[in-house]
């Protein structure tokens, strides 16, 4: 990224030398991206993030085919906000039918109920290749298949902004029509992410003016963040065999000592094809906001839900979803990453083992077995 912000600094859409430098990097950029993700570079926008990368899908189809081919749009309901948020303002709004599938308790769309919802009007299906909260892998490949032999001319988006560099992205075989990545969750800059839509998806731009990105997101290039994501995807990426089995080892063996040490704790998902590097420990009878607190204190940085909510005193939407109830149960989410080791991982059971016993003091250690007043 240094060149771009120190030496390189042109604007992309400059014709002279230094311009003409900045291009070369997004074209760069845009042809790595799509070696990884298995697609074409002219089938890659880049965006501001995979926030911005699901608004364009959602909202850039409806747009653009809603009059035509109608205005209803399933989404699954363990969605991250970014697709949740914006559905549910478009069919407030009147400007869509929104139909939510649930999940299954162990966190997996059933792809026959993303076939059961699609109707003659839907004009786009999303749902997600790996969820931000609890880790369970979609079977997108079938969803996609089985909606469009409902209405052949739905169109398919996933977002898969935790998927990449933690599990396969082949876009040949995951036959969707629209997919959204972002660089922060692969060693990338926070602020950079693409959509792909497939050649010949047409879309609507939600941001007009320059006509860069081929007129469907104008805006001057981020540069540097843009080189950032590529790179980033392209090491990840080669990393991510090797990576995925360690990590997941570690995160097994952090979960045995927890469920072994720690009373009433649960895995979420535990029974589904779940991303390596995340665990989601449910602890009954627990508050998740006194849990993430008394852990931050004790060295260890974990999440309840999912990063962008947790500031708020709001229930995880993917907990209620898997049937689990957020007033009576804790979620707390544990990422790994590339860097993780044996021994820290081994401390943070510890640490978490501690924690979920001060945490559930008052039950597990009845009033009596302290000294009377
Ligand atoms: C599944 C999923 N989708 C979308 C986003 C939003 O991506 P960004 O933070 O790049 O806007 C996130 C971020 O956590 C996510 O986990």
Redesign the pocket.
Known sequence: MLPFLVEHWGNPSSPHGRGRNARSAVDGARDRLATVLGCMPRELTFTS????A?NLAVRGVLQRWGAERGRHLVVSAIE?E?VLTTVAQLGERGEAGVTVVPCEADGCVDPERIAAAVRDDTVLVSL?LAN?EVGAVQDVHVAAGLARARNPRVLVHS?A??ALGKVPIDLAALDVDLL?V?A??CYGPKGS?ALYARWGTHLTAQLDGGGQERGRRSGTENVAAIAGFACAAELVERERPEQAVRQAALRDGLETAVLEGAPHTRVAARSAVRLPNLSALLVDGASADSLVAALDVAGVEVSSG???SSGAAQPSHVMVAMGEDPRATALIRLSLGRDTSADEMREAAERIITAVGVALAPRSAPAATFPRR
């Open positions: 993030g995979g926030t911005e699901d991250h970014a997600m931000n977002d902004v935790q959204s972002s922060h969750k992410g999912s990063a962008c």
